[in-house]
Protein backbone atom coordinates (compact mmCIF):
# COMPACT_ATOMS: atom_id res chain seq x y z
CA UNK A 1 0.00 0.00 0.00
CA UNK A 2 1.10 3.04 -1.19
CA UNK A 3 1.55 6.40 0.94
CA UNK A 4 -0.18 9.24 -1.32
CA UNK A 5 -0.73 12.96 -0.65
CA UNK A 6 -2.49 14.88 -2.54
CA UNK A 7 -2.40 18.92 -2.82
CA UNK A 8 -5.86 20.04 -3.48
CA UNK A 9 -8.49 17.41 -3.85
CA UNK A 10 -12.09 18.34 -3.41
CA UNK A 11 -12.44 19.46 -7.21
CA UNK A 12 -13.72 16.90 -9.55
CA UNK A 13 -10.46 15.76 -10.35
CA UNK A 14 -9.30 15.53 -7.19
CA UNK A 15 -12.36 13.66 -6.55
CA UNK A 16 -12.06 11.58 -9.26
CA UNK A 17 -8.10 10.84 -8.00
CA UNK A 18 -9.10 10.69 -4.37
CA UNK A 19 -11.66 7.60 -5.44
CA UNK A 20 -8.98 5.88 -7.93
CA UNK A 21 -6.43 5.53 -5.34
CA UNK A 22 -8.79 4.12 -2.52
CA UNK A 23 -10.01 1.89 -4.89
CA UNK A 24 -6.63 0.64 -5.66
CA UNK A 25 -6.17 -0.37 -1.99
CA UNK A 26 -3.40 2.99 -1.73
CA UNK A 27 -3.72 5.46 1.26
CA UNK A 28 -4.72 8.84 0.02
CA UNK A 29 -4.17 12.33 2.25
CA UNK A 30 -5.26 16.02 1.29
CA UNK A 31 -4.64 18.46 1.69
CA UNK A 32 -7.19 21.76 1.51
CA UNK A 33 -9.11 24.46 2.61
CA UNK A 34 -11.82 22.58 2.84
CA UNK A 35 -14.51 24.65 1.17
CA UNK A 36 -15.88 21.61 -0.38
CA UNK A 37 -15.96 17.94 0.81
CA UNK A 38 -13.73 15.31 0.54
CA UNK A 39 -14.39 12.27 -1.30
CA UNK A 40 -15.13 9.38 1.57
CA UNK A 41 -12.76 7.46 2.63
CA UNK A 42 -9.78 10.40 2.51
CA UNK A 43 -7.76 11.47 5.40
CA UNK A 44 -8.69 15.08 5.19
CA UNK A 45 -6.39 18.11 5.99
CA UNK A 46 -7.67 21.24 6.31
CA UNK A 47 -5.33 24.26 5.57
CA UNK A 48 -4.96 27.40 3.84
CA UNK A 49 -2.05 27.24 1.33
CA UNK A 50 -1.65 30.55 2.09
CA UNK A 51 -0.63 30.61 5.70
CA UNK A 52 3.08 29.98 6.45
CA UNK A 53 2.30 26.36 8.51
CA UNK A 54 0.26 25.07 5.44
CA UNK A 55 2.33 22.10 5.27
CA UNK A 56 2.95 21.48 8.85
CA UNK A 57 0.25 18.55 9.36
CA UNK A 58 1.87 16.60 6.48
CA UNK A 59 5.72 17.94 6.13
CA UNK A 60 8.28 15.39 7.43
CA UNK A 61 6.25 11.87 6.40
CA UNK A 62 8.05 9.90 3.93
CA UNK A 63 5.20 10.07 0.79
CA UNK A 64 5.79 7.54 -1.99
CA UNK A 65 3.87 9.53 -3.66
CA UNK A 66 2.72 13.49 -4.44
CA UNK A 67 0.14 14.96 -6.48
CA UNK A 68 0.00 18.50 -7.03
CA UNK A 69 -3.24 20.23 -8.55
CA UNK A 70 -2.30 23.78 -7.84
CA UNK A 71 -2.13 26.73 -11.17
CA UNK A 72 -0.23 29.08 -8.43
CA UNK A 73 3.59 29.14 -8.92
CA UNK A 74 4.00 30.08 -5.19
CA UNK A 75 1.93 27.35 -3.75
CA UNK A 76 3.74 25.24 -5.78
CA UNK A 77 6.91 26.09 -5.29
CA UNK A 78 6.76 26.40 -1.50
CA UNK A 79 5.32 23.13 -1.84
CA UNK A 80 8.33 21.13 -3.63
CA UNK A 81 10.13 23.35 -0.36
CA UNK A 82 8.67 21.70 2.76
CA UNK A 83 7.98 18.31 0.80
CA UNK A 84 9.97 17.66 -2.00
CA UNK A 85 12.99 15.39 -0.09
CA UNK A 86 10.60 13.42 1.70
CA UNK A 87 8.61 12.91 -1.43
CA UNK A 88 9.85 10.03 -3.54
CA UNK A 89 8.03 10.65 -6.55
CA UNK A 90 5.97 14.01 -7.80
CA UNK A 91 3.43 14.55 -10.28
CA UNK A 92 2.34 18.06 -11.40
CA UNK A 93 -0.98 18.30 -13.11
CA UNK A 94 -0.31 21.19 -15.60
CA UNK A 95 -2.37 21.58 -18.76
CA UNK A 96 -1.84 21.86 -22.57
CA UNK A 97 -3.19 25.40 -22.07
CA UNK A 98 1.12 25.71 -20.81
CA UNK A 99 2.16 25.58 -24.50
CA UNK A 100 3.25 28.58 -26.55
CA UNK A 101 1.15 27.77 -29.90
CA UNK A 102 -1.95 25.72 -30.48
CA UNK A 103 -2.01 25.85 -34.16
CA UNK A 104 0.39 22.63 -34.90
CA UNK A 105 -1.87 19.16 -35.67
CA UNK A 106 0.58 16.40 -33.90
CA UNK A 107 2.82 18.78 -31.57
CA UNK A 108 4.10 16.83 -28.39
CA UNK A 109 6.13 17.53 -25.49
CA UNK A 110 9.24 18.85 -27.26
CA UNK A 111 7.17 22.11 -28.31
CA UNK A 112 7.72 25.25 -26.22
CA UNK A 113 5.72 26.51 -23.93
CA UNK A 114 4.96 29.96 -22.49
CA UNK A 115 6.83 32.17 -21.11
CA UNK A 116 6.51 31.78 -17.38
CA UNK A 117 4.21 34.05 -14.99
CA UNK A 118 6.68 36.18 -12.95
CA UNK A 119 6.40 36.11 -9.22
CA UNK A 120 5.08 39.70 -9.15
CA UNK A 121 1.69 38.20 -10.89
CA UNK A 122 1.03 35.28 -9.02
CA UNK A 123 -2.44 34.99 -7.88
CA UNK A 124 -3.14 38.67 -9.68
CA UNK A 125 -2.90 37.39 -13.28
CA UNK A 126 -5.98 35.13 -15.10
CA UNK A 127 -3.56 33.87 -17.36
CA UNK A 128 -3.90 30.28 -16.67
CA UNK A 129 -1.64 28.97 -19.45
CA UNK A 130 1.87 31.23 -17.99
CA UNK A 131 0.92 30.59 -14.43
CA UNK A 132 0.91 26.56 -15.01
CA UNK A 133 3.73 27.19 -16.99
CA UNK A 134 5.41 28.92 -14.14
CA UNK A 135 4.65 25.81 -12.00
CA UNK A 136 6.15 23.47 -14.11
CA UNK A 137 9.55 24.95 -14.03
CA UNK A 138 9.68 25.58 -10.40
CA UNK A 139 8.90 21.87 -9.96
CA UNK A 140 10.90 20.80 -12.28
CA UNK A 141 13.61 23.12 -11.27
CA UNK A 142 13.54 22.15 -7.12
CA UNK A 143 13.09 18.51 -8.02
CA UNK A 144 16.47 18.70 -10.46
CA UNK A 145 14.14 17.14 -13.15
CA UNK A 146 12.25 14.04 -11.34
CA UNK A 147 8.79 15.05 -11.27
CA UNK A 148 6.33 14.22 -13.87
CA UNK A 149 4.35 16.91 -15.43
CA UNK A 150 0.88 15.33 -16.76
CA UNK A 151 -0.29 18.14 -19.58
CA UNK A 152 -3.88 16.96 -20.09
CA UNK A 153 -6.07 18.32 -22.81
CA UNK A 154 -10.06 19.18 -22.80
CA UNK A 155 -11.33 17.01 -19.62
CA UNK A 156 -14.73 15.50 -19.71
CA UNK A 157 -16.59 12.80 -18.25
CA UNK A 158 -19.12 12.46 -15.84
CA UNK A 159 -19.83 15.12 -13.17
CA UNK A 160 -18.15 17.79 -16.03
CA UNK A 161 -18.53 21.18 -14.17
CA UNK A 162 -17.66 23.26 -17.07
CA UNK A 163 -20.82 21.44 -19.13
CA UNK A 164 -18.04 21.13 -22.29
CA UNK A 165 -18.25 17.30 -22.62
CA UNK A 166 -21.79 17.21 -21.55
CA UNK A 167 -24.06 19.40 -23.30
CA UNK A 168 -23.95 17.23 -27.08
CA UNK A 169 -25.21 13.87 -25.30
CA UNK A 170 -27.67 15.71 -22.80
CA UNK A 171 -28.94 17.56 -25.99
CA UNK A 172 -29.27 14.52 -28.07
CA UNK A 173 -31.05 12.62 -25.11
CA UNK A 174 -33.52 16.07 -24.74
CA UNK A 175 -36.52 14.94 -26.89
CA UNK A 176 -36.97 18.45 -27.78
CA UNK A 177 -36.47 19.00 -31.19
CA UNK A 178 -35.18 20.05 -33.40
CA UNK A 179 -31.11 20.04 -32.54
CA UNK A 180 -29.15 22.62 -33.44
CA UNK A 181 -25.73 20.61 -35.05
CA UNK A 182 -22.66 22.94 -35.96
CA UNK A 183 -21.13 21.93 -39.00
CA UNK A 184 -17.70 23.18 -40.35
CA UNK A 185 -15.62 21.53 -43.69
CA UNK A 186 -13.82 18.27 -43.42
CA UNK A 187 -10.59 18.61 -41.95
CA UNK A 188 -11.41 22.13 -40.22
CA UNK A 189 -12.75 21.25 -36.93
CA UNK A 190 -11.60 18.43 -34.17
CA UNK A 191 -12.75 17.10 -31.16
CA UNK A 192 -9.96 15.77 -28.82
CA UNK A 193 -11.53 14.84 -24.64
CA UNK A 194 -9.68 12.84 -22.29
CA UNK A 195 -11.74 10.89 -19.73
CA UNK A 196 -11.23 12.30 -16.16
CA UNK A 197 -11.04 8.81 -14.49
CA UNK A 198 -8.67 7.50 -17.41
CA UNK A 199 -6.68 10.77 -16.69
CA UNK A 200 -6.79 10.04 -12.66
CA UNK A 201 -6.00 6.64 -13.02
CA UNK A 202 -2.56 7.65 -15.54
CA UNK A 203 -1.82 9.85 -12.74
CA UNK A 204 -1.69 7.83 -10.01
CA UNK A 205 0.21 4.60 -11.92
CA UNK A 206 2.51 6.83 -13.79
CA UNK A 207 3.39 8.53 -10.61
CA UNK A 208 3.64 5.89 -8.43
CA UNK A 209 5.96 4.30 -11.43
CA UNK A 210 8.44 7.04 -11.26
CA UNK A 211 7.86 8.37 -14.96
CA UNK A 212 9.62 11.75 -15.26
CA UNK A 213 9.14 14.92 -17.81
CA UNK A 214 6.33 16.06 -19.70
CA UNK A 215 3.51 13.88 -20.69
CA UNK A 216 0.36 15.20 -22.74
CA UNK A 217 -2.27 13.08 -21.35
CA UNK A 218 -5.31 13.57 -24.34
CA UNK A 219 -7.73 11.70 -25.96
CA UNK A 220 -7.91 10.48 -28.95
CA UNK A 221 -9.20 13.04 -31.85
CA UNK A 222 -12.07 13.05 -33.81
CA UNK A 223 -12.95 15.51 -36.26
CA UNK A 224 -16.31 17.28 -35.09
CA UNK A 225 -18.99 16.12 -36.93
CA UNK A 226 -17.74 12.34 -35.74
CA UNK A 227 -18.10 13.42 -32.09
CA UNK A 228 -21.31 14.59 -32.29
CA UNK A 229 -22.44 11.43 -34.36
CA UNK A 230 -21.03 9.80 -31.21
CA UNK A 231 -22.84 11.90 -28.58
CA UNK A 232 -26.18 11.01 -30.24
CA UNK A 233 -25.74 7.47 -30.92
CA UNK A 234 -24.44 7.36 -26.78
CA UNK A 235 -27.74 8.74 -26.26
CA UNK A 236 -29.99 6.44 -28.26
CA UNK A 237 -27.90 3.33 -26.65
CA UNK A 238 -28.74 4.92 -22.99
CA UNK A 239 -32.19 5.37 -24.18
CA UNK A 240 -32.39 1.83 -24.95
CA UNK A 241 -30.78 0.55 -22.06
CA UNK A 242 -34.13 1.92 -20.66
CA UNK A 243 -36.39 -0.09 -22.61
CA UNK A 244 -37.10 3.39 -24.42
CA UNK A 245 -37.75 3.62 -28.00
CA UNK A 246 -34.51 4.40 -29.87
CA UNK A 247 -35.04 7.65 -31.28
CA UNK A 248 -33.34 9.66 -34.30
CA UNK A 249 -33.49 13.18 -33.62
CA UNK A 250 -33.86 16.09 -36.40
CA UNK A 251 -30.69 17.57 -36.38
CA UNK A 252 -30.56 21.63 -38.22
CA UNK A 253 -27.02 21.74 -39.91
CA UNK A 254 -25.69 25.20 -38.47
CA UNK A 255 -22.31 26.31 -40.31
CA UNK A 256 -19.63 27.84 -37.63
CA UNK A 257 -19.46 30.49 -39.59
CA UNK A 258 -22.44 32.03 -38.48
CA UNK A 259 -21.24 32.12 -35.06
CA UNK A 260 -20.22 35.31 -34.35
CA UNK A 261 -22.92 36.87 -36.63
CA UNK A 262 -25.49 35.38 -33.74
CA UNK A 263 -23.89 36.19 -31.00
CA UNK A 264 -22.82 32.42 -30.03
CA UNK A 265 -19.61 31.47 -28.72
CA UNK A 266 -17.00 29.09 -29.02
CA UNK A 267 -15.85 26.18 -26.84
CA UNK A 268 -17.50 27.22 -23.89
CA UNK A 269 -19.73 28.93 -20.96
CA UNK A 270 -23.15 30.96 -21.45
CA UNK A 271 -24.71 30.67 -25.49
CA UNK A 272 -22.43 28.89 -26.69
CA UNK A 273 -21.54 25.73 -28.38
CA UNK A 274 -19.19 23.41 -26.54
CA UNK A 275 -16.27 21.78 -28.11
CA UNK A 276 -16.28 24.28 -31.12
CA UNK A 277 -13.18 25.90 -31.37
CA UNK A 278 -12.66 29.67 -32.47
CA UNK A 279 -12.33 30.08 -36.29
CA UNK A 280 -8.33 30.85 -37.51
CA UNK A 281 -5.46 28.39 -37.91
CA UNK A 282 -4.36 29.51 -34.36
CA UNK A 283 -6.15 26.39 -33.05
CA UNK A 284 -5.37 24.02 -35.22
CA UNK A 285 -3.55 21.69 -33.18
CA UNK A 286 -5.09 22.80 -30.59
CA UNK A 287 -7.80 19.50 -29.85
CA UNK A 288 -4.68 17.48 -32.16
CA UNK A 289 -2.03 16.91 -29.68
CA UNK A 290 0.09 14.01 -29.65
CA UNK A 291 -0.45 11.61 -26.75
CA UNK A 292 2.06 9.14 -27.94
CA UNK A 293 4.23 9.04 -24.95
CA UNK A 294 1.16 8.90 -22.84
CA UNK A 295 0.22 5.53 -24.69
CA UNK A 296 3.32 3.96 -24.40
CA UNK A 297 3.75 5.17 -20.78
CA UNK A 298 0.10 2.99 -19.95
CA UNK A 299 -2.70 5.26 -20.10
CA UNK A 300 -5.78 3.80 -21.12
CA UNK A 301 -7.82 5.81 -23.06
CA UNK A 302 -11.94 4.69 -23.53
CA UNK A 303 -13.49 5.28 -26.10
CA UNK A 304 -15.67 8.76 -26.71
CA UNK A 305 -18.73 6.88 -27.26
CA UNK A 306 -18.43 5.28 -23.61
CA UNK A 307 -17.56 8.72 -22.14
CA UNK A 308 -20.40 10.50 -23.52
CA UNK A 309 -23.14 7.44 -22.43
CA UNK A 310 -21.47 7.32 -19.13
CA UNK A 311 -22.40 11.53 -19.23
CA UNK A 312 -26.47 10.79 -19.92
CA UNK A 313 -26.56 7.77 -17.28
CA UNK A 314 -24.90 10.21 -14.68
CA UNK A 315 -27.28 12.76 -15.46
CA UNK A 316 -30.01 10.66 -15.04
CA UNK A 317 -32.37 12.95 -17.76
CA UNK A 318 -31.37 16.46 -15.69
CA UNK A 319 -31.08 17.75 -19.53
CA UNK A 320 -29.12 20.46 -20.17
CA UNK A 321 -30.45 23.44 -18.24
CA UNK A 322 -28.16 23.54 -15.10
CA UNK A 323 -25.20 23.54 -17.31
CA UNK A 324 -22.78 26.25 -17.75
CA UNK A 325 -22.20 26.00 -21.03
CA UNK A 326 -24.42 25.53 -23.94
CA UNK A 327 -27.89 27.11 -25.24
CA UNK A 328 -31.03 27.67 -23.70
CA UNK A 329 -33.72 26.32 -25.10
CA UNK A 330 -34.62 30.17 -25.82
CA UNK A 331 -31.11 30.49 -27.33
CA UNK A 332 -31.57 27.76 -29.07
CA UNK A 333 -34.54 28.31 -30.89
CA UNK A 334 -33.49 31.87 -31.87
CA UNK A 335 -30.83 30.63 -33.53
CA UNK A 336 -32.81 27.83 -35.61
CA UNK A 337 -34.76 31.37 -36.29
CA UNK A 338 -31.55 32.75 -37.94
CA UNK A 339 -30.83 29.76 -39.71
CA UNK A 340 -33.63 29.27 -41.69
CA UNK A 341 -34.13 32.94 -42.48
CA UNK A 342 -30.93 32.11 -44.29
CA UNK A 343 -31.78 28.96 -45.26
CA UNK A 344 -30.14 26.30 -43.36
CA UNK A 345 -30.15 22.60 -44.06
CA UNK A 346 -31.39 20.11 -41.53
CA UNK A 347 -31.05 16.18 -42.05
Request: charged share 20%; aromatic share 6%.
Amino acid sequence: MKQILLLGGTGWLGQTLSRQVLDRGHAVTALARGTKPFAPGVSAVIADRQAPDAYGQVAGRAWDLVIELTDRPRFAREAVRFLGTAARNWVLVSSCSAYALQSEPGADETAAILEPLPESEDGVSADFGRAKAACELVTIQSRQGKALVVRPGLIGGPGDPSGRSSYWPLRFADPREPVLVPWAPEGQAHVQVIDVRDLAAFIMEAGIAGEHGPINAVGRVHELGEALDLAQRAAQRVDLSRAAPVREATCVRYGVEHMGLDGVNPWAGPKSLPLVLPEGSGYAGFARRSGARATAAGLHRRSLGETFEDIVRHAGGSGTGMLPSGLSAAEETAVLGAVRKRGGASG
